[in-house]
């Protein structure tokens, strides 16, 4: 995972909306799809909770981009054969894997710079734990959340990670070495005369050694 790239953050965005259907909740394909492929992920994992569907089709359209690969983890061998029919064509763009997620994540995919979980999940908090454990000693990467909210609100204050108000909640988590990288924060701002929420990731830089004449 290298620089932001907004130029691929905006195609695979588009690109998301024309792959799925608009739904409840609109936003939330179309910001992962966004997400993943501004950061230029090239190894994708997705947790799902159940049979796979628009937020696959967001790291389909973000690998298009970024030249990078997908992964969906399943439990159940009958999701397999029903994600692979709602994926349609698609399907053949992601390489699917029927297993512990937990394992998986620590031991298969310590590469990934960008895993997805849906916290619809049982033992979402664990594979969240498992995935920041995996993932903390290796290039930067993100783990995200949807449906967050699904389990209650702050179950997640253990794992070091921002809540942001999009869909269902979704959970954000850089993972970086700390060698003088620049800290960053996600800031939420609602536009008071349309209501729209937009979503920004603020970098704070160090401050300035000041110089005495």
């Given at each position: ?90 399907a053949n763009r992601v390489e699917f894997v029927i297993g512990d997620a937990c394992t998986l994540l620590l031991d298969d995919y310590k590469e990934a710079d960008f895993v997805l979980i849906d916290c619809d999940i049982s033992d979402h908090k664990g594979i969240f734990l498992a995935a920041q454990k995996g993932l903390k000693h ?76």
């Open positions: 995972m290298s620089c932001w790239s907004a130029d691929y953050a905006t195609k695979a965005y588009l690109c998301t909306l024309k792959m799925g259907t608009r739904g409840k909740e609109p936003d939330v394909a179309e910001f992962i799809s966004a997400l993943a492929a501004g950061n230029n992920a090239k190894l994708m994992v997705i947790v799902c909770a159940s049979i796979a569907g628009s937020t696959t089709l967001a790291l389909v359209a973000a690998a298009h981009q970024t030249g990078g690969h997908v992964v969906c983890i399943l439990s159940k061998l009958d999701e397999l054969h029903a994600s692979k029919k709602a994926l349609g064509s698609y290796e290039k930067k990467a993100l783990i995200v959340g949807y449906n967050a909210l699904h389990k209650g609100s702050y179950w997640w204050s253990e794992l070091k990670t921002h809540f942001l108000p999009i869909g269902e909640g979704l959970l954000v988590t850089r993972m970086i070495t700390n060698k003088g990288q620049k800290r960053s924060r996600w800031v939420v701002a609602v536009d008071k005369c349309t209501g729209e929420e937009h979503v920004f990731r603020v970098t704070n830089s160090p401050p300035r050694k000041q110089v005495e004449a």
